[in-house]
């Protein structure tokens, strides 16, 4: 077969195949929305699900009766009837019916004072706010876990058939986080959470190897942008769906938990009608024919030898086929500057501070005079902001590229930290307790500047990067490994973020301003631009440390003519 001469075959127009189009949408709702879902998904329904801990705990010492649930949706269900009604409730109708006796219940119990004193416990009991923090922290100690066991998973299973496999694991998730009501269990959701935890730990390291390994390189930091898009499409539409109006009431809250069955059922049912990656098919298990037929469909043109000629030339490189051992990875000269680029990427996104800006939110929009009520809403406002402001990142990366992403944005990350800090501050001032909302509005304003920019740069580009300056045979490993960091560096932030924003106040965040300018001077220095090369010259360009690339580029192109030849 007749080759395109290599500048004709980097020209050639991109094919928006169905086949690709397709396979990317499914493994990004399948996986990708679902870790999004899930960092958000105990945010707004918080409060209703910590009176439920409190609630059972109390049951089970015999202080409410076993038929708690039902007395209490029939008392909450009356005062809701009598609202919507407009009726005028007088002073005699609420003590009758918040005095109604449990059956069973000899002495009887004032049921609107239960319920308020049962909220107080939710909220400042140190052992409710133990369970809570183990709730929530068990779903990133279980991602680590997800994320270390995820590259021999890869290699094993291969990315297609991983994404398949871990269904399993989220309709299991789902069972136990919408039985808990029925079962008179907590533990089911700590369960559900450790269950949820270690599916994300997999599936962001499955979802970005398989986006980076299908994508023409001309558009790979495009697609590789789409798994941070679902991502915050999945937190958005967490909040949506736990806010107190629609799943996060008293009574329906499972269903924030029951919902992740039906983005894994998806991905069961579409995922087969994908292609495998011809990458892992020609590099990983040497089944160059399937490879180049899945590449047919992805590409939708008959000529693919000049990228299947590319990954023989990268599988030559690498000698074997083997699955690379963490100490082969930690221990090979070549891949020690990668590693360290992935592994700090990876911190630097988490250590950036975003959770504790999403943390900090409440604070100031009720400093800002938001109607409490309100609040929820708002919160998904700042997640809808940093879902659209993804948007624009799936084309500009190609057009600007990685490094540029990265350096300016988190310039302005950083300027809005200090602008945050100056008007924290500020609040605290007696003396100028007139302007103190004039000075959270700026906070406020200041906070969605620094969301923009992480949406934009550190949100979605150290996926990309990280799958695309290594060679086939460690990029499995390697994605595992510095998905590790990241998941120990939020397990971290979680723990003592709470505490440094006491000790600390308006100076919390002094630290990830520090972050921020280590970042900006590792990445002007040690990281590469990686558009529109393959995963082989940038790996060989930085393992030269930069250097004569054009001399690299060529040798490789004479590589591939003498394999044509």
């Known amino acids: 077969m007749a ?3 290599q500048k004709e075959q980097d020209e050639r127009e991109i094919n928006y195949t169905f086949t690709l189009l397709f396979s990317v949408a499914i493994c990004v709702i399948g996986n990708s929305f679902l870790y999004g879902y899930n960092i958000g998904v105990v945010n707004n329904p918080a409060g209703v699900i910590r009176v439920f801990y409190v609630e059972t705990i109390m049951i089970r010492k015999e202080l409410l009766p076993e038929n708690w649930f039902e007395i209490k949706d029939q008392y909450l269900e009356m005062m809701e009837n009598m609202k919507m009604q407009n009726l005028t ?163 329906q809250w499972p269903w924030v938990f029951i919902f992740n069955a039906f983005p894994a059922l998806i ?11 011809p990458r892992y098919l020609l590099i990983n298990r040497g089944d160059e024919e399937t490879a180049r037929h899945g590449l047919k469909s992805l590409r939708g043109y008959l000529d693919v030898e000049d990228e299947i000629d590319e990954m023989k030339v990268e599988a030559r490189k690498s000698q074997s086929v083997k699955q690379f051992s963490l100490k082969e990875l930690l221990t090979s000269p070549e891949l020690r500057v990668p590693i360290i680029i992935a592994c700090c990427l990876q911190i630097a996104q988490q250590f950036s501070g975003i959770n504790a800006v999403m943390s900090y939110s409440s604070f100031m929009y009720e400093n800002a005079g938001v109607d409490l009520k309100l609040i929820e ?63 959270a509005i700026i906070g406020i304003v200041a906070m969605h500047t620094y969301v923009i920019g992480f949406a934009v740069g550190l949100g979605p580009i150290p996926f990309i990067v ?42 919390v965040y002094l630290p990830f301003i520090g972050v921020l300018v280590l970042a900006l001077i590792f990445i002007w220095f040690m ?39």
Request: hydrophobic share 50%.
């Open 89 to 251: 409730v007088n002073l005699t109708v609420i003590s009758d019916t918040s005095n109604a006796t449990a059956p069973g219940n000899a002495s009887g119990f004032n049921i609107s004072d239960t319920i308020a004193k049962i909220k107080y416990v939710s909220e400042n009991d140190d052992k409710v706010e133990l369970l809570w923090s183990v709730t929530v922290a068990i779903f990133v100690l279980f991602g680590m876990i997800g994320a270390f066991a995820s590259g021999k998973f890869a290699d094993y299973f291969g990315r297609k058939k991983g994404m398949i496999i871990i269904t399993v694991i989220m309709f299991l998730a789902a069972i136990c986080g919408g039985i808990p009501i029925v079962a008179r269990s907590f533990e089911v959701i700590i369960v559900h959470r450790a269950l949820v935890g270690l599916h994300c730990g997999l599936n962001v390291s499955l979802a970005s190897l398989y986006l980076a390994e299908i994508s023409p390189k001309k558009i790979r930091g495009a697609i590789g942008t789409c798994h941070q898009l679902f991502i915050t499409i999945g937190i958005l539409w967490s909040n949506i769906m736990g806010v107190s109006k629609l799943a996060g009431t008293h009574k």
């Open 466 to 507: 990280v799958g695309e300056i290594f060679r086939q045979e460690p990029r499995a490993a390697a994605m595992s490994l510095s998905l590790t960091f990241n998941w120990i560096c939020n397990f971290i932030l979680m723990m003592v973020f709470r505490f440094m924003q006491k000790a600390m106040r308006g100076f």
């Open 527 to 565: 990281v590469p631009e990686t558009k529109n090369k393959t995963f082989d010259q940038i790996a060989a360009s930085i393992h030269k440390g930069g250097r004569n690339q054009d001399n690299m580029l060529n040798h490789e192109g004479e590589e591939l003519q003498s394999m044509k030849a």
């Open 377 to 439: 809403w708002i919160v998904c406002l700042t997640s809808l902001i940093n879902m659209l402001t993804t948007l624009p990142a799936v084309p500009m990366i190609e057009k600007l590229g990685r490094r540029m992403l990265l350096l300016f944005p988190m310039v302005l990350m950083a300027v809005s930290f200090v602008i945050l800090t100056i008007f924290h501050n500020l609040q605290y001032d007696e003396g100028l307790q007139g302007s103190r909302h004039i000075f």
């Open 267 to 277: 991905c069961l049912v579409a995922m087969p009608f994908c292609p495998e990656s």
């Open 3 to 5: 080759h395109r001469p």
